[in-house]
C-alpha cells in the first residue's frame, strides 16, 4: 500500500507543478492581451500572448486531468492524461526527426517566420518586446542581417524616416558594425545552439525523461486500480456465490424446533 501511495502521490505533485506553472502562463497571456490595444496582430506564430494562452491552457487541461485522476484513482481520466502525454511525446520526437532530416526546409521556414515578424514590428508590444530582447541576448540585428529591417514600414529607408535606425541600414557592414549589431539573429541563435549543444540535448532529454517517467507513474497506478478492483470484484462473486449456496438445504435435512 505505501508503494502505491509514493505512486500516486509523486504523479500528483508534478503534475500539481505544471498545473500551477500553466496557470500563471494563461494568466499572463491574457493580461497581456487584455492590456494591450485591439487593433493589433492576432496570429498564433507572431503573437505571444495568444501563445502563451494556447499553450498554457493545452498544459492546464492535461495536467488537471493527470492532478484530478491521480487523486481520485479515477482511471478514465488516468487513462486521457496517458494518452494526451503519449501524442505530446510523440508530436515531439517527430518534430526532432523533422527537424534533423530537413533541416534546410525548417530553417527556410524559420526565416519566413522572423521575416514576418520583423514586418509586423510596432503594430504588437508585446512582439515588438519580444524582438527587442531576442536582439539584445544574442547581440544580433535582423534575421540575415540588420539590413532586413527594410521590411518593416516603419524602418524602411528610401523614405524620410527618423526611426530608420539614423541612417545604418545606407551604411556599409564595416562602418555600421561600429555602433550597431550587424549579423543576423537567425544564424545567432543557430551559432548559440551549436555551441551549447550539451545545455540543449540536456534540457530537451530531461523534458522528454520527465514525459516519460509521468507516463509511467500513470500507467502504473491504473494497472494498480484495475488489480484492486478485480480482487473486489471476485470478492464480490464469491460471497454472492456463498450467500446462494446457503439458501439450499440438502435433502432430508433435520431441523430442530
Not at 515578424?117 to 518586446?129: K, T, V
Not at 518593416?152 to 545604418?168: D, K, R
Not at 537567425?186 to 534540457?203: E, Q, Y
Not at 530531461?206 to 507513474?217: P, S
Request: some cysteine.
Amino acid at each position: 500500500m505505501r508503494g502505491y501511495r509514493g505512486i500516486k502521490y509523486t504523479l500528483f505533485i508534478f503534475c500539481y507543478f505544471f498545473w500551477v506553472v500553466s496557470a500563471i502562463l494563461t494568466a499572463v497571456g491574457i493580461y497581456a492581451k487584455i492590456a494591450r490595444e485591439k487593433d493589433v496582430v492576432d496570429t498564433l506564430t507572431v503573437d505571444p500572448a495568444l501563445l502563451l494562452i494556447v499553450v498554457g491552457s493545452v498544459m492546464f487541461l492535461i495536467t488537471f486531468l493527470g492532478c484530478f485522476g491521480a487523486l481520485r484513482n479515477t482511471i478514465c481520466l488516468l487513462k486521457m492524461f496517458v494518452g494526451l502525454l503519449v501524442a505530446i511525446l510523440l508530436l515531439q520526437i517527430a518534430a526532432a526527426f523533422v527537424g534533423y532530416f530537413f533541416t534546410d526546409t525548417v530553417m527556410e521556414r524559420t526565416e519566413r517566420l522572423m521575416m514576418k515578424a520583423i514586418e509586423r514590428y510596432r503594430e504588437d508590444q508585446d512582439l515588438e518586446n519580444a524582438i527587442d530582447f531576442i536582439q539584445k541576448k544574442f547581440q544580433c540585428c535582423g534575421v540575415e542581417s540588420y539590413k532586413n529591417w527594410s521590411r518593416n514600414a516603419y524602418f524602411e529607408c528610401t523614405v524620410l524616416n527618423t526611426m530608420c535606425g539614423y541612417g545604418m541600414q545606407q551604411l556599409e557592414e564595416k562602418l555600421a558594425r561600429q555602433d550597431i549589431f550587424t549579423i543576423g539573429c537567425l544564424d545567432k541563435i543557430v551559432w548559440w545552439a551549436k555551441h551549447n549543444l550539451l545545455l540543449v540535448a540536456g534540457l530537451t532529454a530531461g523534458l522528454l525523461l520527465l514525459e516519460v517517467c509521468m507516463i509511467a507513474l500513470a500507467a502504473v497506478q491504473i494497472c494498480w486500480i484495475k488489480n484492486v478492483l478485480q480482487r473486489q470484484e471476485r470478492k464480490a462473486a464469491q460471497s454472492k456465490s456463498q450467500r446462494k449456496e446457503s439458501l439450499w438445504f440438502p435433502p432430508f435435512a433435520e431441523f430442530d424446533d
